[in-house]
């Protein structure tokens, strides 16, 4: 892959819409943008400068780079799609964190994955440097070539295998789908009670600024840590008309004090 | 109360280090700062620029209001100690998000609760006027007054009674020790897989950031919303040595499905 390689994106969803611009903008030319939706395709197309296809037989041929930007369901049968109508030597990387490299393996002899540790909306400005890249090549030559041009993109660019990437986006389930669900909760439970889901807003916002200074061990506190056994039987009185959240109650409070309590 | 009026803050600890210093600030006259740790009561009376003082009988008996800032198990003890040194007319409120306002009910005619909603802590630098003030007094006669200086300290104050509040604790539990604890859990995965901690950061951030543009609900994703049980599975594989993050995992992801899931 040259240095600044031609680029062919497959997909014009939230991950390709983010990544599309920084890799027009530092990465190479992006040549092509590819959905089965013509209006998505368009769009991104028109925002980067470069011609949209729904068809995947109509695209470049011979670009450098393929990056398959779809949902991890769709990799395989796009892949195999994709192989009738590329160069043998070009490089495809998928972008899914859950998808071992190897479904790729049956198409192209170069291929590997290219994750962004973030979560994207087409509606938020985004500070695309700031986005980690989780890279792996199956082609050892590939590699530095990906990195070289990751590392223009963003600050922090990390080599992921495909078991530390199904651990890293198992974490991030934790980071980003549980903790957004806790939110829902509070705001819930503020909202039954008559007070604006906005009261919490200064107390979330503080929870997650002291982790620039602590690890979230030495930040936790609450009843659970502490074994304030009054305190958590009036909260668990408080959840009765609720068994799913009571349970949950119970669960991260015996979590935390088996983690985290004072032995 | 008067508008300016003398106050007593006893208690010394993280909540007294940042409320005194905007009592003192923006709320009337800090007169004295009461510990048993002579070296708190020192350093915050020191801040302040008033006395301190370690014993309850040698505080002044005639300031216009108590603040009880001490650990919810002390409450009612320091109460009933305070009742024998001061003027029957004082209003004497605690800060316990977790404790009904009557435990000061036998000992003061004048109470209430004056709790500020947010996590504090010494050594971090805090903007106090956007802390949410939840109030409530016994005597509605002392509400206008206590409102008025509250109203001078931060930006957003509510009437919140009993019942209320016990509610809005329980919903900064779920908002800040429990998110605090998947913070723990994300980052003791990645770091069980050799990658840094840090990688998680920038998800976290925008996590938290979209919920000002998104309700929780809205800005759900993830494989339990949207009932992906190959993910899911993989995913519960991986936790295959950590039980008690296991039984989490799925207690989540059900309470997802059941109020966010598409039904």
Redesign the interface.
């Known amino acids: 892959m040259p240095d600044q390689p031609h680029i062919v994106l497959i997909g014009a969803g939230n991950v390709a819409w983010h990544l599309g611009q920084q890799l027009q903008a530092e990465g190479g030319d992006v040549v092509c943008v590819y959905s089965r939706s013509a209006g998505s395709a368009t769009a991104l197309a028109k925002l980067l400068d470069c011609p949209a296809s729904t068809e995947l037989s109509e695209i470049p041929a011979t670009a450098d780079w393929y990056l398959l930007l779809v949902p991890?369901s769709k990799i395989g049968g796009v892949a195999e799609k994709l192989q009738a109508h590329i160069s043998p030597n070009a490089l495809v990387m998928h972008s899914s964190g859950?998808t071992p490299a190897n479904v790729l393996a049956p198409y192209f002899m170069h291929h590997g994955v290219f994750y962004p540790?973030?979560?994207f909306?087409k509606?938020?400005v985004?500070d695309f440097n700031?986005?980690?890249l989780c890279l792996y090549t199956a082609q050892e030559g590939d590699y530095q070539r990906v990195e070289s041009v990751a590392k223009r993109l963003v600050k922090?660019v990390?080599r992921?295998g495909d078991?530390?990437r199904?651990?890293?986006?198992?974490?991030?389930?934790?980071?980003?789908?549980?903790?957004?669900?806790?939110?829902?909760?509070?705001?819930?439970?503020?909202q039954?009670?008559?007070?604006p889901?906005a009261?919490?807003?200064?107390?979330?916002?503080?929870?997650?600024?002291?982790?620039d200074?602590l690890?979230?061990?030495e930040?936790?506190?609450?009843?659970?840590?502490r074994n304030?056994i009054p305190?958590m039987e009036?909260?668990l009185a408080?959840?009765k008309d609720h068994p799913?959240?009571t349970?949950?109650?119970k669960?991260?409070s015996?979590?935390?004090a088996?983690?985290?309590g004072k032995k």
């Not at 039954?192 to 007070?195: A, G, H, I, P, R």
Request: aromatic share 8%; no cysteine; proline share 4%.
């Open positions: 991890d859950a540790l973030q979560t909306s509606e938020r985004l700031e986005v980690p922090n990390y992921v078991e530390q199904a651990q890293l986006h198992l974490a991030a389930v934790f980071v980003n789908n549980f903790t957004n669900y806790l939110q829902y909760i509070g705001q819930a439970i503020s039954e009670n008559q007070l889901g009261l919490l807003q200064p107390l979330l916002k503080e929870t997650i600024a002291k982790l200074d690890t979230p061990a930040a936790q506190t609450g009843p659970a840590i304030d305190t009036r909260h408080l959840l799913q959240w349970l949950l109650y669960q991260l015996m979590g935390i088996e983690d985290l």
